[in-house]
């Protein structure tokens, strides 16, 4: 795109210099874009890597759109899932019942004196 701009030219000739651009476009062509590359590194920069407390309660938060397509749950099998749970907690319940070991002179820290 043509346009006029008035930009010194000190300016302009110490950009093509440090950039080792050819002609004066390539020169403010390529400092548009550095420029514009900085200021996107500089939002990135600000913004925060972890989320606040806010920001997880707003994104935690039910959605309309949450209603639209509810999770299919098997209810059976999650009461058979609740009742194996339960049966091996009891079987295990009554395991550690008849294991107990008694207990030895190690176990309570009564050592013969030597």
């Not at 590359?37 to 997880?56: A, G, S, V």
């Not at 009461?79 to 190690?106: G, K």
Request: proline share 7%.
């Amino acid at each position: 795109m043509k346009m006029t701009m008035h930009i010194d030219e000190d300016v302009l000739a110490e950009v093509m210099d440090l950039t080792g651009a050819k002609t004066k476009t390539a020169a403010v062509e390529m400092a548009l874009r550095d420029l514009a590359r900085r200021h996107k590194q500089r939002k990135l920069f600000r913004t925060p890597l972890w989320p606040t407390h806010e920001d997880w309660v707003k994104d935690s938060a039910p959605q309309p759109s949450d209603a639209i397509d509810p999770p299919d749950i098997d209810e059976d099998a999650v009461q058979r899932c609740i009742n194996r749970l339960r049966s091996r907690r009891q079987l295990a319940a009554e395991a550690d019942d008849r294991q107990v070991p008694e207990a030895t002179d190690e176990d309570t820290g009564n050592y013969p004196s030597k």
